[in-house]
């Protein structure tokens, strides 16, 4: 299978000394789903971040869809970002000041790209958001939000999108709603998710989970449950002494 994303080992050190991933080496394949879980400080954030080209590694090297993102300079990064990489955030972000629909078409403006108002609107309806396209942002519930949210992520056909604790946010019930959304984003759509998580009921909507602990991977689980991933979360705190 094609990799969408490949680390090798990533190494990030902090201004202040603090090393936040310690040679981390890992792939994510095409059309999949998976969570990354670990401790607090283990550096799920940073590899997000490092992942996505939001923020430069101290070494290795980062490939989305077959470019090596690190040989890149900030400029062309920043371009390959906004074409190649969808996100979700914990708090949808949204511009307030614009409409569903104009948040959806966020990134092709950013890129400088015209506006798809029928790629957009079909993604919109297929995510039950068909009605709302002239509503803002502070109109909508949170599942809502961060539906248009994933909306906008789907626009510009990423080789990836980062969910970085999309459900931190939600209430159970939408937290429920926009997990079955990103699985059936990779099952029907053949995206690739990497979604950064504390919820073990999170991490059981995908296909696999990446376990961190002090920067380094810390094993994986296939075809995970809530129980399955809270037992293992338990005994990498135990390893590390911070608990999960
Ligand atoms: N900008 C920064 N400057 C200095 N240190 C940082 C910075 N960002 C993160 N760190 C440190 O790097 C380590 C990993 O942080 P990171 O945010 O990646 O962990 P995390 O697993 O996402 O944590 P959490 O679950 O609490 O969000 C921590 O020790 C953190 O304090």
Do not use: W
Request: with cysteine; glycine share 10%; net charge neutral.
């Amino acid at each position: 299978m094609a990799e969408a994303v490949r680390l090798e080992s990533l190494y990030k050190t902090y201004d202040n000394a603090v090393t936040a991933l310690d040679g981390v080496t890992a792939a994510f394949a095409d059309g999949t789903f998976t969570a990354v879980m670990g401790p607090s400080g283990s550096g799920k954030s940073t590899l997000l971040h490092c992942a996505a080209g939001l923020d430069r590694p101290t070494g290795g090297r980062v490939f989305i869809g077959g470019t090596e993102l690190t040989a890149t300079t900030d400029t062309a990064m920043t371009r390959f970002r906004r074409e190649r990489v969808g996100f979700v955030f914990q708090d949808y972000n949204l511009l307030p000041a614009l409409t569903v629909e104009q948040n959806v078409q966020l990134p092709l403006r950013l890129a400088g790209r015209r506006a798809d108002r029928e790629r957009g609107r079909a993604i919109l309806d297929r995510l039950g958001l068909g009605d709302r396209l002239e509503q803002r942002p502070d109109q909508l519930s949170g599942g809502q939000r961060q539906r248009v949210a994933v909306a906008r992520a789907l626009l510009t056909e990423p080789a990836v999108i980062f969910a970085d604790e999309p459900t931190g946010a939600l209430d159970l019930r939408s937290a429920r709603e926009v997990l079955t959304l990103l699985r059936s984003v990779v099952r029907e759509h053949g995206r690739t998710v990497v979604m950064v998580t504390h919820d073990p009921m999170a991490a059981a909507y995908a296909d696999s989970v990446l376990f961190l602990a002090d920067g380094r991977l810390a094993g994986s689980l296939t075809a995970p449950t809530a129980d399955a991933v809270a037992e293992r979360l338990a005994h990498l705190g135990d390893l590390t002494g911070v608990p999960a």
